[in-house]
């Protein structure tokens, strides 16, 4: 199924694909389990480790236009 519908939407604006994969996404969110209490604790330490690097100076952060400007020349 998915073969055949690649080469239709290929030819669409990225921002038309990214209304697509969203719509796409919430409409099997409802059907995805939810993720278990571990799975869940693991993201937040993990969050609070990458936070507190970020607020020590450990980690300097990449500007976020400077992230998406490098994805744009590398896939659009």
Known sequence: ???KLI???EPLEASDRAELATWLFDSIDDT???P???YEQAWVQEIERRSQEIH???VIG???AEVFA???RKYL
Do not use: F, H
């Open 62 to 64: 990449i500007p976020s």
């Open 70 to 72: 490098e994805i744009r």
């Open 56 to 58: 020590s100076g450990a």
């Open 7 to 9: 080469p239709l939407l």
């Open 1 to 3: 199924m998915a073969a």
């Open 36 to 38: 278990d209490a571990a």
């Open 32 to 34: 995805l389990a939810e």
